[in-house]
């Protein structure tokens, strides 16, 4: 079946440091999701991405989906202790069923050290 | 606004024992549900969706079941708990057309 591959797997970086994650995929994706997690809680929208090229920011975060429509990227800029979290990048792929299923990487553990 | 309710928040069941968890989505009509299983703080996998009342998709073959009776309301459920039903359980919602997913606080479940 369809998978997406998240790298890296986790991160341990020093407070002010930048972040760059990303996701892979053998097949062709229409959108692109980026979702952060925390303990206990669900996995919260950070940035969603519809046109392949498409360079999308948020605050610190900068997302962008891959012109081959097979991978996009997270960035994180100047990461604070409040980043802390797994960060899961997903993509759908629209059907004539419209279900809107998605596909979830592995997901990325991000620490921050003060 | 939307707002995506889901409970209880933790659950404690014993093996063999029904289960039932709910979820209400509010300020949307028509959404589609889903209900996702996280194992370990990772890897959310598709156990249900649907995409109106009544219809449901099951994604894996399981000892789960859900429902729709309601337009905006989903409900988990089993007839016996094993343990390896434990877990972290995610009902998220979705309009029509590319818009994402979003996800209730979960709710914990440990089977013991």
């Known amino acids: 079946g369809q998978q997406l591959n998240q790298s890296p797997q986790s991160m341990f970086i020093q407070e002010g440091e930048d972040v760059s994650m990303n996701c892979t995929s053998s097949?062709?994706?229409?959108?692109w999701l980026w979702y952060k997690q925390e303990p206990g809680e669900g996995p919260v929208l950070l940035i969603a991405?519809?046109?392949?090229?498409e360079l999308t920011s948020n605050g610190r975060l900068t997302a962008q989906f891959g012109i081959t429509r097979k991978d996009s990227f997270l960035n994180i800029s100047a990461s604070i202790p409040s980043d802390v979290g797994i960060y899961f990048c997903?993509?759908?792929?629209?059907?004539?069923?419209?279900?809107?299923?998605?596909?979830f990487g592995q997901g990325t553990t991000l620490q921050v050290k003060p | 606004s939307q707002t995506i309710h889901q409970w209880p928040a933790t659950l404690v069941q014993p093996v063999g024992s029904p289960l039932s968890l709910e979820c209400t989505v509010e300020?949307?009509?028509?959404?589609?549900l889903y209900w996702y299983r996280q194992a370990a703080g990772r890897g959310l996998q598709l156990l249900f969706y649907?995409?109106?009342?009544?219809?449901i998709s099951s994604e894996v073959p399981q000892n789960l079941s859900a429902s729709r009776p309601q337009d905006r309301q989903f409900i988990l459920s089993s007839k016996k708990l094993l343990l390896s039903d434990s877990g972290f359980y995610l009902c998220?919602?979705?309009?029509?057309?590319?818009?994402?997913?979003?996800f209730g606080n979960g709710t914990r479940l440990t089977v013991t």
């Open positions: 998220a919602w979705s309009g029509q057309g590319d818009s994402p997913l979003h």
């Open positions: 097949s062709i994706f229409n959108t």
């Open positions: 991405l519809y046109k392949a090229g």
């Open positions: 997903a993509g759908s792929r629209r059907g004539s069923s419209n279900t809107g299923k998605l596909i």
């Open positions: 300020g949307t009509s028509n959404p589609n």
């Open positions: 649907s995409v109106g009342i009544g219809q």
